[in-house]
Structure formats: C-alpha cells, structure tokens
C-alpha cells in the first residue's frame, strides 16, 4: 500500500511557525504533483498549496503569504512552512499526491496560547 508519511505537527503559539514534511514514494514524487490540505473540527477539508512537478505553485487565499510549498526532490519529500499563525490555522495536515490521489494520516497543527 502506497504510504504518504506526514510529519512536523504540534502545538505553536499565535504568530509563530512550524514547518511540516511529507514523505512519498519516489515512484510517486518524481512524476506527481503534490498538495497539502487541511481539515479543522467540523468544517470541510480544503486546499492549502500545491506543487506542480516542475515547481510551480498554488495557494489557498487563506494562507496566500503566509505559507510556503517547496520540496527536495533528491529526500522524496515536500514542506509546507507555515509563518504567522493564526487559531484558525489549527487543523490536520494531509499530504495528498494529486493524479493518483493518496493520501498521508495527517499530522495535527495546534495553534493557541
């Protein structure tokens, strides 16, 4: 079974940052784009950013300047850094590779002081 392994979450004060990975396959980071997406309590998951294959990149508007997508081809990973935190950032991270659409368990952001 394909495994997206999401790591970094944690408990960061407001205004702060955190910066949380994922780990793919190389079979499926070489040819993929990747995303990540956030589900708070009780609300619908949404888009957070995407990188394309050939490093281009999308942002949700809620986190436009903020938040940051990149990845080191040579680990098979991607990061997403997340500056300036705000309570209504705090929600489950999900790697997702976006063609072949699998997804990572998440890791949860808390922010609160």
């Known amino acids: 079974q394909v495994q997206l392994v999401e790591s970094g979450g944690g408990l960061v004060q407001p205004g702060g940052s955190l910066r949380v990975a994922c780990v793919a396959p190389?079979?499926?980071?070489?040819?993929?784009?990747m995303g990540w997406y956030r589900q708070a309590p009780g609300k619908e998951r949404e888009l957070v950013a995407v990188?394309?294959?050939?490093?281009?990149?999308t942002y949700g508007d809620s986190v436009k300047g903020r938040f940051t997508i990149s990845k080191d081809n040579a680990k098979n990973t991607v990061y997403l850094q997340m500056n300036s935190l705000k309570p209504e950032d705090t929600a489950v991270y999900y790697c997702?590779?976006?063609?072949?659409?699998?997804w990572g368990k998440g890791t949860l952001v808390t922010v609160s002081s």
């Open positions: 997702n590779a976006q063609r072949v659409n699998y």
């Open positions: 190389g079979s499926i980071f070489r040819f993929d784009d």
């Open positions: 990188i394309s294959r050939g490093g281009s990149t």
